[in-house]
């Protein structure tokens, strides 16, 4: 099994720019989780989908955050316009809800540094 | 305050020691309690899943969830070199996917 995998592995861009990165979940799970991890403020789920349905976007810090999901093989988290303060690593889990939610698997993350 | 935790540490242990890695936690409506370990530049991978309070030990591996006290352990024994990683412990009231995870403690063993 391939695992999550994430694209870009590192990601460096100027403010205002728009940034998107991907995600391909575990096949077969149907729950996907997208996480920001920083020093000052450790791991944070930004937003979760279940079946392709965002279910909760409470994390996401602002309106320039979205993420898409458009079938149970790729989601999307695109920040646009960019600041400095969304340099951080971005990490996407994928479960399977329908034995436990909780138990997540990991992607290798994406190294995002805004200038 | 923070709903979880964790003392950041970092911890340093000789090869072969009794490691000890705590979180505290305010919201009693947490169920649900695992540990992850995140090796430097690496995606967290689950090490241990709890479900209410109680002990779950896996090789050399014990996890102890007090719920009365609202604190959860971590324990490895005979401490490898291969154990230096970071350490997050992560709670959730229900088997939704939200996990709320620690800040991380960092562990590193000597050989």
């Known amino acids: 099994d391939a695992g999550v995998i994430q694209s870009p592995r590192h990601e460096v861009t100027e403010m205002g720019q728009e940034v998107t990165l991907r995600c391909k979940p575990i096949s077969g799970h149907n729950s996907l989780f997208w996480y920001r991890q920083t020093m000052m403020r450790g791991l944070e789920l930004l937003i979760y989908f279940n079946n392709n349905v965002p279910i909760d976007d409470s994390g996401m810090p602002e309106d320039r955050f979205s993420a898409k999901m458009p079938n149970a093989s790729f989601s999307t988290l695109k920040i646009q316009p960019s600041e400095p303060r969304d340099s951080a690593v971005y990490f996407c889990?994928?479960?399977?809800?329908?034995?436990?939610?909780?138990?997540?698997?990991f992607g290798a993350g994406t190294r995002l540094s805004v200038l | 305050q923070k709903e979880v935790e964790q003392d950041p540490g970092p911890l340093s242990v000789p090869e072969g020691a009794i490691v000890s890695l705590n979180c505290t936690y305010s919201n009693s409506a947490f169920q649900y309690f695992m540990w992850y370990r995140q090796y430097s530049r690496k995606g967290p991978e689950l090490l241990m899943y709890?479900?209410?309070?109680g002990n779950k030990e896996d090789g050399r591996f014990t996890a102890q969830v007090d719920k009365s006290s609202k604190y959860i352990s971590l324990f490895i024994r005979d401490s490898q070199p291969s154990d230096s990683a970071t350490y997050l412990c992560?709670?959730?009231?229900?088997?939704?996917?939200?996990?709320?995870f620690g800040q991380g403690t960092t562990l590193q063993v000597k050989p």
């Open positions: 709890t479900y209410s309070s």
């Open positions: 992560a709670m959730s009231p229900s088997n939704t996917g939200k996990l709320i």
């Open positions: 889990a994928s479960s399977l809800s329908r034995v436990a939610k909780n138990i997540q698997y």
